[in-house]
């Protein structure tokens, strides 16, 4: 398991790009919100020590983690962000829901990361139980949402390198 070996909140902040003149885009699902939470507050967190403006981060909140891809489009296409950074959290139950549910996130994410030219960073956290949910918001492994602040920083200096 990767977070085993890789603490998720684990980084060298000297190789984190500044987020002076960025937008991000936080698009968080409503379910499960002791763990969005947690993760929100991760990513705002992170962005904020590294230069992003509080003003220069937009969050949207939606139902479920299925709804996540469409607030992202929602916000690349109006809010006019530089990233956009989904936010969730899905848990396996005993149906086939937790599969079709992180198909579909993990597929849509992959199609506006090729279709937009802004980068969408997966921050759906596709546990097993709620204590693994827990650990990786802000427990024994980290925070998903600080590692996925880091990413959308890396992935917007990236982008303005080739632009």
């Known amino acids: ?79 006019h962000v530089d990233s956009v950074i989904i936010l969730g959290c899905v848990i396996q139950g005993e149906t ?7 198909e579909s996130v993990t597929q849509g994410c992959t199609e506006l990361n090729l279709q937009q030219d802004v980068p969408v960073v997966f921050g759906l956290l596709t546990t097993l139980t709620l204590d693994q949910a827990k650990a990786r918001s802000g427990g024994r492994h980290g925070n998903k949402g600080d590692e996925a602040a880091i990413t959308a920083l890396k992935m917007v200096a990236l982008r303005s390198r080739y632009q």
């Not at 409503?30 to 705002?44: D, F, K, M, P, R």
């Not at 086939?96 to 992180?102: A, D, I, K």
Request: charged fraction near 15%; glycine fraction near 10%.
């Open 1 to 79: 398991m990767a977070t085993e070996l890789h603490n998720l909140s684990s980084y060298d902040s000297h190789a984190v790009p500044t987020g002076k003149g960025v937008r991000i885009g936080i698009v968080v699902s409503e379910w499960n919100t002791s763990v969005t939470g947690n993760l929100l507050h991760g990513a705002l967190q992170t962005l904020l020590k590294f230069g992003v403006r509080e003003e220069d981060i937009i969050v949207e909140h939606v139902p479920g983690s299925f709804e996540l891809t469409y607030g992202a489009k929602l916000l690349i296409e109006q809010a």
């Open 96 to 102: 086939p829901h937790f599969t079709f549910v992180c």
